[in-house]
């Protein structure tokens, strides 16, 4: 019966279902928040709010959430659990910012560029250690075992993303791994912590952790294919923003693969120019669009993403029917394949 | 007979003497350091051994190890706490020099200055990150707790700093509220976690944590009078930071009072030009050295420095003598001392 008074609405997109569904759970996330985000040093909350306040899809909190009531967690600890993951995403977006010069975050001017660089770093280090502090609370030492090894993957996946920036010769492997540290590992934690609190087992903690890698890994795909804009724009995201800082993505990977197999001088030229060399003028952005759906690299790039998702809704095989369970188990399989469906 | 033997040679510092007492424990806690500081990607290593191989004084780890004596503490765990320490101060400075735009570090050239900002940022959070990881690994919640909850006010203290750059009207209780957050709640974490492995009992873990913020308090107000150089100088220290900066340090707020108080018109209109307008010609630092001498506002520092040492010293008291522990106690007594004793 719950379950189909629950079953989407067609206005509510399968994001928009699963936070209906976990709007209880949500509220009280988004309450520890805002509580633990507030300081007496009233720069930090002003900025954390900028940030916190703009919104965000709190996809990751979210998981954290939709893996609890899957593993039929009794507790109170996931919701704090879920404040700390959204607060280490919060501290990554606000020192990418300052590392990517970014003008806009969520459809607003980047905090950096309203405070300036050093509150961003420092509000970064605080949201970041008040994470650690929500996580000690929970008294669960293998979450945090889980969110401190994820914390320190995600800064390596930025280093090495940072690293291979202008490297047109970047490897697809290479590009995996950044995004698997940069962008997965942060999912896959999410997920991950919410059976270990309910005690559920290897079985689900795995599969909840491969969920949670494989949706952030299809989810950075499709983000890196959406930069080219060869497709139906979602709301509020811009454009070329990758292509500019030279930052090597899939879609950039396949297209050059293949222009330097097919010998063709000119697209080798152009890539080396504006990758490389990083000499770019206005029209650039639309020829690079141009070769990458000449080369297939975005239908390619989309491709990868739905074999990711593929393998994130199988990774739930091992929940098996109960009606609570299952009404969990359909909203993160309908989840999954919304986020490539966000490309037409 | 050991503590005879191990008496201060004559030519060795207090903290030289500390670290040959700690010297094998020492060598433990910097094995841990680079082996946790090892990345596959080889921008984090390099910019990591570029600080970590600086030297610098390796204070903090060093009041873990020192403290983990005088609780007679039996156990390994100790060292994962002093690196953890350790990387939690490397990653401070990591994001320092950037807030700072600073040029030097430890007598080098700053990292943001060679790789830049953006891989400063990284590196600094792999290295808070790992911090996390190795507490993890010791399985001590209440250490974690106390580690977190200082890092989060670090952070906090750090963002206060810089909103009050430039406020000539910086009080006396603020300045101390920052560096209370800045500097000391490191020192005193550093030292509260020995006794909490230790499970020496609340006492010594007061009287460590007093121990630890007390010198670390009389630490910076040290360094700050230090900036002004009216002393004879500690090697490799540089002078006019704080003051180019436009940082309110204790020896600003004092001559800047007295001056309002005695109503010296000139004296005022030097430091609302120099700090809250910001405007700084050659010859300001040797004329703001010259007001803060004449207000013995750098005595009055280093008398502050004084009385905090003085408590730093006190809170040892609730450890009685025995042989092995009084050469520990006895040690980190000098050490106090020796913070202050920099300055002539």
């Known amino acids: 019966m719950t379950a189909t008074a ?19 759970d949500m509220t009280k996330v988004d309450a520890i928040i805002r509580e633990r985000m507030q300081s007496s040093v009233g720069m930090i909350p002003d900025l954390a709010e900028h940030l916190v306040g703009a919104g965000g899809k709190r996809l990751r909190p979210l998981l954290t ?3 609890a009531h899957l593993c039929e967690y009794g507790g109170e600890h996931h919701f704090k659990l879920a404040a700390a993951v959204e607060f280490i ?15 806009k975050r969520r459809g607003k001017k980047a905090a950096n560029l309203i405070w300036g660089n050093a509150p961003s770093i420092l509000v970064g280090d605080f949201l970041f250690a008040r994470s650690f502090n929500l996580m000690v609370e929970t008294n669960s030492m293998q979450a945090l075992g889980i969110l401190s090894t994820a914390s320190s993957v995600i800064a ?10 202008r490297d047109i ?8 791994q950044v995004i698997g540290a940069k962008t997965a590992a942060l999912f896959a934690a999410a997920a991950e912590v919410s059976p270990v609190l309910a005690d559920s087992g290897t079985e689900k903690q795995n599969a909840l952790r491969t969920y949670g890698q494989e949706l952030g890994l299809a989810f950075q795909l499709v983000d890196d294919a959406l930069d080219y804009g060869g497709f139906e724009i979602a709301l509020g995201k811009s454009i070329g923003d990758d292509f500019r800082e030279g ?3 899939l879609p950039v990977i396949i297209a050059y693969a293949n222009a330097v197999q097919n010998d063709d001088k000119e697209a080798v030229a152009f890539w080396q120019r504006v990758i490389v060399e990083h000499k770019q003028i206005d029209d650039d952005l639309a020829i690079a669009t141009n070769y990458l759906i000449k080369e297939g690299a975005l239908e390619a790039t989309l491709e990868a993403a739905r074999n990711h998702i593929q393998n994130a809704k199988s990774a739930l095989d091992v929940f098996v029917a109960e009606d609570e369970i299952e009404e969990w188990k359909t909203a993160l399989i309908r989840l999954a394949d919304f986020v490539v469906s966000r490309v037409s």
Chains 1, 2 share one sequence.
């Open 89 to 103: 995403h919060s501290a990554t977006l606000l020192h990418d910012d300052v590392v990517d010069l970014s003008a």
């Open 169 to 176: 010769e970047m490897s697809r492997e290479t590009y995996m």
């Open 6 to 24: 629950k079953q989407t609405p067609s206005d509510l997109s399968p994001i928009e279902h699963l936070l209906s569904m976990a709007a209880d």
């Open 247 to 249: 930052k090597m993505t």
């Open 156 to 165: 390596e996946g930025e280093v090495q993303q940072l690293a291979g920036l």
């Open 65 to 67: 959430i939709a893996a």
